[in-house]
């Protein structure tokens, strides 16, 4: 079993990121995928180039090939033409080519003259207007790599230019990971779902539909267990259900200490706990553990508050890095950059506040606004932030000062 020790009181947040991180084993396993369906997946293996690129010399511009030496005051005429697609010619002396845009520069030839710089005389021959360099205008083979060359680590992402790479290279198939499939269990009797009515202290479920939403962008296959009743029983019963299911379970309420919360005892009776409590505002109560399934790490569980910006923010922060390492990727570090506050606010809680702002560009400068209310159960000025100011436990903001900024952006893939 992974579980390290169990802190005490709450853990800073970068420690329990790079504990999560730590524990983030790469799903294992290998399969194939056709291109088109490749964005988002993980490549198994590292991919070097078949081909030098480009794989000939050829025009980088719509004009004229020809050989230099041979450009004299009486120009020279246009002897031949070459469209893209054209197979590899050669130039004939004394005479240049008409050449396209990708089009294969014909032998002989060590320049290509924008058409923009050309006129053309009555008896059809080619004048070049300005100077002319050899090699210009012409992207040689292999310029940019040969074969043999790495083109993506193991690991790699493979974003929509990823994939455009790989079309350029003849690659029709790539080798990638598993998906990872995650259990998904909103915790909550006073949970209903959208669309059914809703009596006086029922909630609708706004984790479920996050949750599933955030953990497809992510690329996870999600098995949606639905609402689950607050009992140590019923929690019991999902959590043997999923742990022998899924590669991670994530759920969310019940996680907060209080007699209706039952996660906690249920994740220890079941395995074990690494952490629980983290100096964040929103999302303190994450806990993080293991499900005993018998192999060596068991089934990882990440516990999210019930409050759904809490829950979103525990998922932005420390579960996301967490999937992106069992996905076998890269984990990088929170990008942050200083932004301007245009607001006051006390901050007193004793841990990190991660204030929901939108930025408004004055001057080309930006400077931060409080997006709405700051409730961990307010989703409106969640759900239209454009980041988070990071604020150190207990500092106030002061306006016109300068304070941590993290964009939301990054959280995305
Ligand atoms: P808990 O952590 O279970 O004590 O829940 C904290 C607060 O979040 C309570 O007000 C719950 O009603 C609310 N809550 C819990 N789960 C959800 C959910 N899935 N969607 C919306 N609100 C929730
Ligand atoms: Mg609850």
């Known amino acids: 079993m992974t579980c390290a020790t169990l802190a005490k009181g ?35 293996r590292h991919l070097v180039a ?84 050899p090699g210009a205008n012409i992207r040689r083979r292999g310029e940019e790599y040969r074969a043999g060359d790495a083109l993506l680590p193991s690991g790699a992402t493979l974003n929509p230019a990823a994939l455009a790479m790989l079309a350029s290279q003849g690659i029709a198939e790539v080798p990638v990971l598993p998906r990872l499939t995650v259990a998904l269990i909103s915790t909550g009797d006073e949970l209903i779902e959208p669309g059914e009515p809703c009596l006086a202290g029922q909630v609708y479920n706004s984790n479920r539909v996050m949750l599933r939403a955030l953990l497809e962008q992510q ?11 607050d009992t140590a029983e019923a929690l019991h019963e999902a959590f043997v259900v999923t742990r022998d299911s899924a590669d991670l379970v994530i759920c969310t309420g019940g996680v907060s200490v209080g007699e209706e919360d039952h996660v906690r005892p249920v994740l220890e009776a079941l395995g074990g706990l690494v952490f629980h409590g983290v100096a964040i505002k929103p999302g303190k109560p994450v806990a993080f553990g293991f499900l005993d399934d018998g192999s060596p790490e068991g089934v990882p569980l990440i516990a999210l508050p019930g409050n759904p910006v809490a829950s979103l923010v525990g998922w932005q922060l420390l579960a996301r890095p967490f999937v992106q390492g069992r996905q076998g990727r890269a984990v990088g570090p929170l990008q942050q950059f200083n932004v301007r506050a245009g607001f006051s606010r006390r901050g007193n809680h004793g841990r990190r506040e991660l204030l929901r702002v939108v930025l408004d560009w004055q001057g080309g400068l930006p400077v931060a606004f409080l997006a709405g209310g700051q409730g961990s159960h307010m989703l409106r000025a969640a759900s239209q932030a454009h980041g988070y100011l990071m604020m150190a436990a207990d500092t106030d903001v002061e306006e016109g000062h300068e304070y941590p900024y993290l964009p939301a952006g990054q959280f995305v893939d």
Do not use: W
């Open 50 to 133: 078949r081909l030098d690129m480009p794989s000939i010399d050829n025009s980088a511009m719509d004009g004229y090939a020809l050989c230099l030496a041979e450009l004299g005051e009486r120009g020279l005429p246009v002897v031949l033409r070459v469209p893209a697609g054209a197979a590899v010619s050669a130039l004939p002396e004394g005479g240049c080519a008409r050449i396209f845009t990708g089009a294969p520069v014909p032998t002989g030839a060590d320049c290509v003259i924008p058409q923009e710089r050309v006129t053309l005389d009555g008896e059809g021959r080619m004048h070049v207007s300005g100077e002319a360099k």
């Open 10 to 44: 709450l853990l800073d947040l970068e420690v329990a990121r790079a504990r999560m991180i730590a524990a983030a084993e790469p799903i294992r396993g290998e399969e194939f995928v056709a291109l088109d369906q490749a964005v988002g997946r993980v490549l198994s």
């Open 219 to 229: 690329g996870c296959e999600v098995l949606d267990l639905g609402i689950i009743g």
